[in-house]
């Protein structure tokens, strides 16, 4: 059964306020790779499932425009709130959500229609499949030493799917685990 996470208002600004901020070895690695397959400039960078746009945000001062696609309309206004990235547009991709949810908001219709012909066409997914993994490159460690204060780790718990989980089902209980955690 799929669920829908990362949705509520709260969620999302716990989420936006814990998650940590990607290292730069993680973007040093992607820069690298990029450079190598494609060179410089770099003119457009997407990020799916951006969320509240950590990502986003990391790649914005090497793309001439980056775009931040999301099913979560809370972690889109999440990213929308932090200023200072005049080159990413944040955008909500009706696909990718369960067709009992409906916004105002969308990717525009030409995206959306592209994915409308393409998506069914199952002569397609194979063709994609080739071409995303002709073009990945399997890193499966990153050392990274950092260092993090304790409300900040508890915060980040909390920002997890499973502990929302938790919460909606036992809010007491959820709650005594967080704080019995900071002792």
Known sequence: MTHRLFEGKDHASIYQQYRFTPPDEVKNIILQYLDKKKGQPHVLAVDLGCGT??????????????VGIDISECQLEEARA???YPNITY?????LAHSSVSSPLDCGERLNH??????VDSRVTPVMLNLISNAKLLIDSIWVNSTISVKNLVGFIESWSMSQVYKKKDPQAAEDLLLHTQK
Do not use: C, I, K, T
């Not at 986003?56 to 001062?61: K, Q, V, W």
């Not at 955008?91 to 696909?95: D, E, G, L, N």
């Open 53 to 66: 746009g950590q990502n986003s945000r990391l790649l914005a001062p090497y793309f001439q425009e980056v």
């Open 82 to 84: 932090v200023p200072g």
């Open 91 to 95: 955008r909500w991709f009706r696909r």
């Open 114 to 119: 592209v994915y409308d012909e393409v998506g």
